[in-house]
């Protein structure tokens, strides 16, 4: 059974740029939730999406979108990008969403902002 | 805030001991616990979970345990291999909430 895929796993762009990463599910998957990891904060969640819905946020400011499609595949968005989002951004996918039905996550987008 | 915390930074153990990574939290609304490993250049990767209903969940080489008066658990690798050397994360969720909150992590070593 194919994991969650993300693409692309290397980023670089310029400062003040968009960016739209992508996350394909584990199949039967409706969940699909994304992290940033950076050195200094860990992983922090970002937002979750359940059949095409946003289900959860976390505490990022609103240049960070996201959405889900129909077949469970999400794209995450970060508009006017500055230093700072230079992280590693990791999409995890579940049956439910809930933490007892746990959660796989894909290999990450490793995003550079320069 | 930081509601779920690894205090221990790095742990270094010799191949065949027992190692021990701690985790503390803050949140009393936290009731399902989980730990993950990982690589570098790679996601998370699934290895325990117990919820607050329980004190101790075992999994072969892998055991947490649970103390929700002190709000402190542990996960024990028995016996320690090269191949645990990763960063285990432990995370936490209420429940039926779809978010996990992390812990910054603790890198394990297990030396020859």
């Known amino acids: 059974k194919a994991g969650v895929t993300q693409t692309p796993r290397y980023l670089i762009k310029t400062r003040g740029q968009q960016v739209t990463l992508s996350c394909s599910p584990i199949?039967?998957?409706?969940?699909v939730s994304w992290y940033q990891q950076t050195p200094g904060q860990g992983l922090q969640f970002l937002f979750e999406?359940?059949?095409?819905?946003?289900?959860n946020k976390g505490n990022f400011p609103g240049r960070f979108s996201g959405r889900q499609f129909s077949n469970s595949r999400s794209e995450m968005n970060v508009s006017t990008l500055e230093l700072g989002d230079s992280a590693l951004y990791l999409c995890?996918?579940?049956?439910?969403?809930?933490?007892?039905?746990?959660?796989?996550f894909g290999s990450g987008t490793r995003l550079t902002v320069v | 805030d930081q509601q779920v915390k690894q205090n221990s930074p790095s742990l270094s153990v010799q191949e065949g001991r027992i190692s021990i990574l701690n985790c503390d939290y803050t949140?009393?609304?936290?009731?399902?616990f989980l730990w993950y490993k990982k690589y570098p250049a790679e996601g998370p990767t699934f290895l325990i979970s117990?919820?607050?209903?329980?004190d101790k969940n075992e999994d072969g080489r892998f055991t947490v345990f649970l103390n929700k008066s002190a709000k402190h658990l542990s996960l024990h690798i028995v016996p320690s291999q090269p191949g645990d050397s990763a960063v285990y994360f432990c995370?936490?969720?209420?429940?039926?909430?779809?978010?996990?909150?992390f812990g910054t992590g603790t890198r394990l070593q297990v030396t020859l």
């Open positions: 995890a996918s579940s049956q439910t969403g809930w933490a007892n039905y746990g959660y796989t």
């Open positions: 199949s039967g998957h409706r969940s």
């Open positions: 999406y359940f059949s095409e819905t946003q289900r």
């Open positions: 949140n009393s609304m936290f009731d399902y």
């Open positions: 117990i919820s607050s209903i329980k």
């Open positions: 995370a936490a969720s209420p429940g039926t909430a779809s978010k996990l909150t």
